[in-house]
């Protein structure tokens, strides 16, 4: 198994930074992709970032798109978001996950294995 544990978030006027990490232990050696979600509330989880592990690709949704950028630590086993002109529209859980597939598809839900517990991002106005 992969444990995930998030940090960095809080709370940050609109067109500030913040910048989030996903520590993954345990089997981190089988992580082959890192993403990230948000959830609203009353909204659904969506799609924000991802990446694989070796660096190789990247993927971002398009509301996030210029403003996010994805990276990761490989000695650290840890993924970062770097999010950068936020938004209130930004206001959500963020969730990091890890999948072991590969073959792409890295925008859905469905192709991670571990889910980290959530942390709140609220970008005033």
């Known amino acids: 198994q992969v444990q995930l544990v998030e940090s960095g978030g809080g709370l940050v006027q609109a067109g500030g930074s913040l910048r989030l990490s996903c520590a993954a232990s345990?089997?981190?050696?089988?992580?082959?992709?890192m993403g990230w979600f948000r959830q609203a509330p009353g909204k659904e989880r969506e799609f924000v970032a991802a990446?694989?592990?070796?660096?190789?690709?990247?993927y971002y949704a398009d509301t996030v798109k210029g403003r996010f950028t994805i990276s990761r630590d490989n000695a650290k086993n840890t993924g970062y978001p770097q999010m950068n002109s936020l938004k209130p529209e930004d206001t959500a859980v963020y969730y990091c996950?890890?999948?072991?597939?590969?073959?792409?598809?890295?925008?859905?839900?469905?192709?991670?294995?571990?889910w980290g517990q959530g942390i709140q991002v609220t970008v005033s106005s």
């Open positions: 996950a890890t999948s072991t597939r590969m073959g792409g598809g890295y925008n859905y839900a469905v192709r991670y294995d571990y």
């Open positions: 345990g089997r981190a050696f089988s992580i082959y992709a």
């Open positions: 990446a694989t592990w070796s660096g190789d690709s990247t």
